[in-house]
């Protein structure tokens, strides 16, 4: 599976951003999906996951209704919804592939990964 993550970007404290993962080359709905981030000079975490058929979703506390996760599985892609950003959700955002709704939050159980996309919050 290869996974394209875009949308990120420069956005002031308070605003919006819409990310996406577009996936391909496997079929897309066998997969739970999930979103992490990697603050500067700290490790990979968990924000969101989702199950295959997007009936169930899963979010960090410090995100919890700020963040949407969603999936269209007939345009194979994963987006989150940011809303009401903060300086602490700066970060590189990844999403990826895990073949178990129940481990969504363990980046260890992750089969693929995009590359990445850039968001920066500015205070």
């Known amino acids: 599976v290869q996974l394209q993550a875009s949308g990120g970007g420069l956005v002031q404290a308070g605003g919006s951003l819409r990310l996406s993962c577009a996936a391909s080359?496997?079929?897309?709905?066998?997969?739970?999906m999930g979103w992490f981030r990697q603050p500067p000079g700290k490790e990979r975490e968990f924000v969101a996951g989702?199950?295959?058929?997007?009936?169930?979703?899963t979010y960090a506390d410090s995100v919890k209704g700020r963040f949407t996760i969603s999936r269209n599985n007939a345009k194979n892609t994963v987006y989150l919804q940011m809303n009401s950003l903060k300086f602490e959700d700066t970060g590189v955002y990844y999403c990826?592939?895990?073949?178990?709704?129940?481990?969504?939050?363990?980046?260890?159980?992750?089969?693929?990964w995009g590359q990445g996309t850039q968001v920066t919050v500015s205070s």
């Open positions: 990826g592939t895990s073949g178990s709704y129940d481990r969504v939050r363990a980046s260890s159980r992750y089969d693929y």
């Open positions: 080359g496997d079929t897309f709905s066998n997969y739970a």
């Open positions: 989702i199950s295959w058929g997007g009936g169930r979703t």
